[in-house]
């Protein structure tokens, strides 16, 4: 079974910082994108940040320059490091992993973590 555990949200000011992690286990495959996405109140859903196992890297154009998302493939963790965190960025913050086996995709989410910046 697929498990996806992340931690490090938080409250912060805003300019402040955070390091989300994500430990992933029981992935079907060896190749996965992993992606952190994030959700508030009344809005849909919204890709921030992905990396493949590759290390190919996408941000959205609001956090481009502020997030940065790595992995630990000894760990078998994902991170995303927030800079200069801004109000609009108070979120629950959810890990993401998709890929394929025998053919089928599959993808799996996390129970998610707050993050709150205060102006």
């Known amino acids: 079974q697929v498990q996806l555990v992340e931690s490090g949200g938080g409250l912060v000011q805003a300019g402040g910082s955070l390091l989300l992690s994500c430990v992933a286990s029981g992935m079907p495959s060896r190749i996965n994108i992993f992606g952190w996405y994030r959700q508030t109140p009344g809005k849909q859903r919204e890709l921030v940040a992905e990396?493949?196992?590759?290390?190919?890297?996408h941000y959205a154009d609001s956090v481009k320059g502020r997030f940065t998302i790595s992995k630990d493939n000894t760990k078998n963790t994902v991170y995303l490091r927030m800079d200069r965190l801004k109000p609009d960025d108070t979120a629950i913050y959810y890990c993401?992993?998709?890929?394929?086996?025998?053919?089928?995709?599959?993808?799996?989410w996390g129970q998610g973590t707050q993050v709150t910046v205060s102006s």
């Open positions: 993401n992993v998709n890929g394929y086996r025998n053919f089928a995709k599959y993808d799996y």
């Open positions: 990396i493949t196992d590759y290390e190919n890297r």
